[in-house]
Nanobody
Framework: VQLQASGGGFVQAGGSLRLSCAASGRTFSNNAVGWFRQAPGKEREFVASISWNGGLPSYTDSVKGRFTISRDRAKNTVYLQMSSLKPEDTAVYYC?????????????????WGQGTLVTVSS
């Protein structure tokens, strides 16, 4: 399966963006999907994940209450709605699909990765 992340851009602090992760090649509607990010000079970190049926959303503490992960299985797309953005959210955001229906924050649990989309938040 090929994943295409989109929706990144430049936004001022306090603004919002919605990232999309679209799958092609085959459906990923039965797979868990996660979002990760990597800021300049930092390790890649987990942001959020969602199970195959849209349940069990999970978030890293720094984005709880500000980010929402969701999926549209009919469109084979997963979204990351980001609100109240902060400069420290600046990073390249990657979506990834697991082989299993459920997956968490460990990147090793994800098999397929998109190319990333850049989010820049200015202060």
């Amino acid at each position: 399966v090929q994943l295409q992340a989109s929706g990144g851009g430049f936004v001022q602090a306090g603004g919002s963006l919605r990232l999309s992760c679209a799958a092609s090649g085959r459906t990923f509607s039965n797979n868990a999907v996660g979002w990760f990010r990597q800021a300049p000079g930092k390790e890649r970190e987990f942001v959020a994940s969602i199970s195959w049926n849209g349940g069990l959303p999970s978030y890293t503490d720094s984005v709880k209450g500000r980010f929402t992960i969701s999926r549209d299985r009919a469109k084979n797309t997963v979204y990351l709605q980001m609100s109240s953005l902060k400069p420290e959210d600046t990073a390249v955001y990657y979506c990834a699909a697991a082989l299993s229906a459920f997956s968490g924050p460990d990147s090793a649990g994800y098999r397929y990765w998109g190319q990333g989309t850049l989010v820049t938040v200015s202060s």
